[in-house]
Nanobody, 116 residues
Framework: QVHLVESGGGLVQAGGSLRLSCAAS????????MGWYRQGPGEQRQLVAT???????IYEDSVKGRFTISRDNAKNTVYLQMNSLKPEDTGVYYC??????????WGQGTQVTVSS
């Protein structure tokens, strides 16, 4: 079972930056796809960005040019650098991974609040 530990959320003013981290441990298999999802108040969880083990990243349209996803394969850690934050970026951010056995795991979530 993969255990995910997220960190880096908090309260920031609009235009500010935050960096989220998610460290994966416990899998017998290599970690493949890693990603970040956001669940805003009263909304469904939606994809923010994902990255493959080879470094190919995709982004949700509203965060393109502002957010950067990256990973350190040696540490099984994925990062989300969030710049030029907007109030609509507010929500709980969840880390998601898929390992070599295609087991999907979710983190506990970290709150990001952007004030206007």
């Amino acid at each position: 079972q993969v255990h995910l530990v997220e960190s880096g959320g908090g309260l920031v003013q609009a235009g500010g930056s935050l960096r989220l981290s998610c460290a994966a441990s416990g899998s017998r298999f290599s970690i493949g796809l890693m990603g970040w999802y956001r669940q805003g108040p009263g909304e469904q969880r939606q994809l923010v960005a994902t990255i493959t083990s080879g470094g190919t990243a995709i982004y949700e349209d509203s965060v393109k040019g502002r957010f950067t996803i990256s990973r350190d394969n040696a540490k099984n850690t994925v990062y989300l650098q969030m710049n030029s934050l907007k109030p609509e970026d507010t929500g709980v951010y969840y880390c998601k991974t898929r390992d070599g056995a295609r087991t999907i795991s979710w983190g506990q979530g970290t709150q990001v609040t952007v004030s206007s």
